[in-house]
């Protein structure tokens, strides 16, 4: 393993990858604002710098899982960020779900420093994760890509060239819309199966057999029937990438009309504090708007 790996955001999803990354036996360096929470990567073998600048200058390969546009715009290019410890020839690869446009804007910023960047989101949730099974969905140079791609099989099993810079992060508001909508139509109709008295483990797993039968229904149906809506993916970074899909269908003049109804499903949940829970809570506004509620009915 001759490159050295660089990662900067170690939480629900970041932590898990990097452990896969030291079992596959990378060289692993890593920074958080919070270092005294990084000390379990320091025991399994990372090492942990004070800033991003300092982790840059040590990595040909610098990873980031972070929440939001922002928070990638400061790690790359803020005070002590990535810029200032990158050397010519390094790649930068993004796997956070952000903006399509300012990933195309990084992009070109980092060219100019003769820096790579790939947009490379993922799908699969903590689950997939951990066991190294994630959906990514990849924006960049080919060559680029091609290079990172044996260090992305560690991270996942189904792996996608999308295309230039952008498409990934494009990919994957597609992929969040989905389930978001998905989402939406299994809580509805577990909302009238429910109100019409019918069991719903049997609705689910009579619809699971049948057209009907989608990944969502599959996990997020038995999230709400249990009444488990600890995340996966929470809430509040669900309905941040609803509203870049919603902005990027508006700079193109697109109606999107069951994104914008499920981008209000989920502001509504963050309103009523639940933006730290699963997507699958979003159960809980249809129960309120039905005054019926359903989740957690077969939690034992």
């Known amino acids: 393993m001759s490159e050295r790996i660089g990662f900067i955001g170690l939480g629900i999803m970041g932590r898990p990858m990097v452990n896969n990354l030291l079992r596959a036996g990378y060289p692993i360096t890593v920074y958080g604002r919070h270092p005294e929470l990084l000390e379990d990567m320091h025991l399994k073998g990372a090492i942990i710098e004070t800033s991003a600048a300092r ?10 899982m972070l929440p939001d546009t922002d928070d990638v715009e400061s790690v790359l ?13 390094s790649i930068v690869v993004d796997m ?30 903590d689950v997939g994760a951990k066991t190294g099974t994630l959906s990514i969905m990849v924006g960049g140079d080919r060559q680029i890509f091609n290079q990172v791609l044996p260090i992305f099989q560690y991270l ?4 996608v060239y999308m295309g230039d810079h952008g498409a990934g992060q494009v990919t994957k508001l597609c992929n969040n819309l989905l389930v978001a909508i998905t989402m939406a139509g299994v809580g509805e109709a ?18 699971l057999g049948g057209f009907a039968a989608s990944r969502v229904l599959e996990l997020h149906g038995k999230r709400i029937l249990n009444g488990d809506f600890e995340p996966g993916f929470k809430i509040e970074l669900h309905a941040k990438d609803m509203k870049n899909a919603l902005e990027v269908a508006r700079e193109m003049g697109l109606a999107l009309p069951a994104t914008l109804m499920c981008s209000g499903y989920l502001n509504a949940m963050i309103g009523r504090g639940e933006g730290g829970q699963d997507i699958s809570a979003m159960i809980h506004i249809l129960e ?13």
């Open 288 to 300: 309120t708007l039905n005054s019926h509620s359903i989740s957690g009915s077969k939690k034992n």
């Open 156 to 159: 996942g099993e189904h792996i």
């Open 190 to 207: 577990f909302i009238l199966a429910g109100r019409a008295g019918v069991d719903l483990e049997r609705v689910r797993e009579a619809l």
């Open 96 to 125: 956070s779900s952000i903006s399509p446009v300012s990933t195309r804007l990084m992009a070109k910023r980092l060219k100019r420093l003769d820096i790579d960047m790939l947009d490379a989101p993922v799908s699969g949730g």
């Open 55 to 64: 982790l840059a200058a040590q990595s040909d390969i610098v990873f980031t």
């Open 77 to 89: 290019f803020g005070k002590e960020g990535l810029h200032e410890g990158l050397v010519a020839g």
